[in-house]
């Protein structure tokens, strides 16, 4: 069985965002960029499903500019056996990068996609829901567990109201929470091995996908600061003044 | 003019309160109409709940034994063809929401916006990126059906009682897949207030230190009436469920006052607590990041404070 995943390039989750003065976007130049924390995670759980025996081969998709190549090799180097790059210098929003994906697997044949359930960065939480729906197959959204025998994934998932279990059938789309694993480092020999591994490179226009970017974004702004407050000096004056706000 | 239809979140019988949130932005466009829909095996009670919300003009029930368990997969088909005629589709932005709402607006052809907490205009609203820390407006085109899941702690829940809104069973045709199946839900029993809805949440951090120790947070919790939370880090550690977690991955609320012990207020847990109206730390490094965005702040140990609190409550 071959598994792909999604590996997106964001800025690193360390850095702390500066909306630009004018409004028109987030200070990217210079910043550290990493992989999508999620998609590491989806990475790993990939990787393992191959060690268990479970998946034959990895394939990580990213789509972007050129210079994605060198975020690819990360992923090659943490384990990926292959890579799809596929090019575009235009950032694309959750629809348009599903139905990239849509038309990579009717390539491929996956038995499973393992997507993060976000990025990072637009936060936006619908690839994975997306690409099931335009695939007509399951969603397992916000992994917890994955278990994989005959023929279908036995998922555990993170919801408001506990733990849920269900089973989809293969082939299908799982998106990772954060309890999933604990994604490996990184070694130096891996990182010499990850550059005789191929990237294919395709063309965004090649593929056919209809860019349906619906949204426009017409302005960023920082948050709404909360002030500072007071500092009490014990319990009594902390219940207090909770009391006097009619808190307590 | 805009007709939405909102898709009602429900849980063993009862209307969530998220519903009424996404209700109230639903209102935020003044439309035409607000339909609520429930899709459900028995949705009568819960479609009797959502005819009270104030602001509902019909409520819409899809009753089949297939909806009996919330499945993005069995609902968005239906969801997909109700929306014939809306020209939005709003659900809440809670695991339900999250994992519906995209399917549905794949299955429509449009994009979503995710987290909407303040409409700007029928088509225009504001959400967060980068885990809240940068605010964007986002211009939906009106030439398509808008799909938004609705960030619940940016709105308050929409009053109810007040509203007899009429109750309509659609049969909707589609064919629904079998492909995925529920097997069991794992759910924390407990006696206390919700955590997404209470008016007070007591939360605790790393620095409680076990899962024994977290009693103590449990036993606060209770003399005080509040809801209990728990950073990424107590639930990582093992202290509680991955339920209790409130932060950008796990729950954002907004309670009158949210009570931090003993964590540190990492950036993702300060994302998930922002809109709370007050916020007290208590926390024995007076450097924490917790205090910065903290109403009322006491360094100290919480194991000496906390029983000095009960005290001080009498």
């Given amino acids: 069985m071959k598994i792909l995943v999604g590996y997106k390039r964001v800025v690193d989750y360390n850095v702390r965002i500066q909306v630009k003065p004018d409004g028109s976007g987030v200070v990217t130049d210079g910043v550290k960029l990493s992989a999508n924390p999620f998609d590491d995670i989806a990475l790993e759980e990939a990787l393992r499903l191959r060690e268990k025996g479970v998946a034959d081969e990895v394939i990580v998709v990213g789509i972007g500019p050129a210079d994605l190549t060198a975020h690819l090799r990360n992923g090659l180097a943490m384990g990926a056996n292959r890579a799809i790059h596929v090019s575009t210098a235009e950032a694309v929003q959750p629809l348009t990068a599903a139905r990239v994906f849509l038309k990579l697997i009717e390539k491929e044949q996956p038995g499973l996609v393992i997507l993060g359930k976000q990025a990072i960065d637009d936060d936006a939480n619908q690839t994975g829901q997306m690409l099931a729906a335009l695939w007509d197959r399951p969603q397992a959204t916000f992994a917890s567990k994955i278990d994989i025998a005959d023929g279908k994934a036995t998922v555990t998932r993170e919801v408001d109201a506990g733990l849920e279990v269900i089973e989809a059938e293969l082939p299908a789309v799982i998106t990772t929470d954060l309890r999933l694993n604990e994604p490996r480092f990184i070694k130096l020999p891996d990182i010499m091995k990850a550059k005789a591994k191929p990237i294919d490179t395709i063309e965004f226009a090649s593929l056919g996908v209809e860019a349906h970017d619906h949204l426009k974004t017409t302005h960023f702004a920082p948050p709404p600061k909360r002030s500072k407050g007071v500092m009490v000096k014990d319990a009594a004056e902390l219940v207090a003044a909770l009391k006097q706000k009619g808190l307590l | ?314």
């Avoid at chain 2, 949705?43 to 019909?58: F, L, T, Y």
């Avoid at chain 2, 919330?70 to 709003?90: D, E, I, M, N, R």
């Avoid at chain 2, 994992?99 to 409409?119: F, H, N, T, Y």
């Avoid at chain 2, 949210?258 to 607590?273: E, V």
């Fill in chain 2, 1 to 314: 003019m805009s007709k939405i239809l909102v898709i009602a979140e429900h849980l063993g019988g009862k209307l969530n309160p998220s519903t009424a949130r996404a209700v109230s932005a639903a209102s935020a466009i003044k439309p035409e109409a607000i339909d609520v829909l429930v899709l459900s095996d028995a949705p009568d009670a819960m479609a009797a709940e959502a005819a009270q919300i104030e602001g509902v003009s019909r409520v819409l029930t899809i009753a089949r034994s297939e909806n009996a368990h919330a499945l993005a997969a069995v609902l968005a088909p239906q969801v997909a063809k109700t929306a014939a005629g809306y020209s939005h589709v709003f659900a809440p932005s809670t695991t339900f929401g999250k994992d519906l709402a995209p399917r549905v607006a794949a299955l429509l052809g449009v994009a979503q916006v995710s987290d909407v907490m303040s409409v700007e205009g029928s088509h225009t609203f504001k959400r967060p990126i980068y885990a809240g820390n940068a605010i964007i407006t986002v211009e939906a085109a009106p030439a398509h059906t808008v799909v938004a899941t609705i960030r619940t702690a940016s709105w308050p829940a929409a009053a109810s009682g007040g509203n007899h809104a009429p109750v309509e069973a659609l049969s909707v045709e589609a064919s629904l897949p079998t492909h995925t199946r529920f097997v069991e839900l794992k759910q924390g029993s407990s006696d206390r207030p919700d955590l997404q809805s209470a008016a007070k949440v007591v939360s605790g951090g790393r620095g409680v230190g076990s899962k024994e120790n977290f009693d103590i947070i449990y036993k606060f919790a209770d003399k005080v009436g509040a809801a209990v939370g728990a950073s990424r880090a107590a639930v990582d550690a093992g202290f509680c469920p991955n339920e209790m977690q409130v932060g950008q991955t796990g729950k954002i609320i907004a309670p009158e006052l949210y009570m931090a012990i003993g964590i540190s207020g990492a950036i993702q847990h300060l994302t998930g607590i922002k809109d709370a109206g007050t916020i007290v730390a208590i926390n024995k490094d007076g450097e924490a990041p917790i205090f910065e965005v903290a109403d009322f702040g006491l360094v100290g140990d919480l194991f000496k404070i906390i029983p000095e609190l009960e005290v001080a409550l009498g």
